[in-house]
Nanobody
């Protein structure tokens, strides 16, 4: 019913930037939250940044390692979320996953979690 498709990953050198995008599609009634997580080899998946819909506004929160370097933004008319990543470091290397909490038109009273397939980000010289 709902699909999340990420794009924008790749190989960059330390200090460079990347912009990830995630488009939600399907039978969407309302999106309450969109977020980015990442998972490095041998590590648990961790939250990078989230954008919460509250009172008609989008509220962003960041993991400590992302503050000052990453920026999450929403394009609500297209149900898209972006993650601008600047000053990338080798330790940012991971698979980045889009996550969203969405209510569908079939069940407007409940919201479920959806995940994208992930996009690889590699930071290496």
């Amino acid at each position: 019913q709902v699909q999340l498709v990420e794009s924008g990953g790749g190989l960059v050198q330390p200090g460079e930037s990347l912009r990830l995008s995630c488009a939600a599609s399907g039978s969407i009634y309302e999106i309450y939250r969109m977020a980015w997580y990442r998972q490095a080899p041998g590590k648990q998946r961790e939250l990078v940044a989230e954008s919460l819909s509250y009172g008609g506004k989008d509220i962003a929160n960041y993991a400590d390692f992302a503050k000052g370097r990453f920026a999450i933004s929403r394009d609500n008319p297209t149900d898209t979320v972006h993650l601008q990543m600047n000053s990338l470091k080798p330790e940012d290397t991971a698979v980045y996953y889009c996550n969203a909490r969405i209510a569908t038109r079939q069940e407007t009273w409940r919201a479920d979690e959806y995940w994208g397939q992930g996009t690889q980000v590699t930071v290496s010289s």
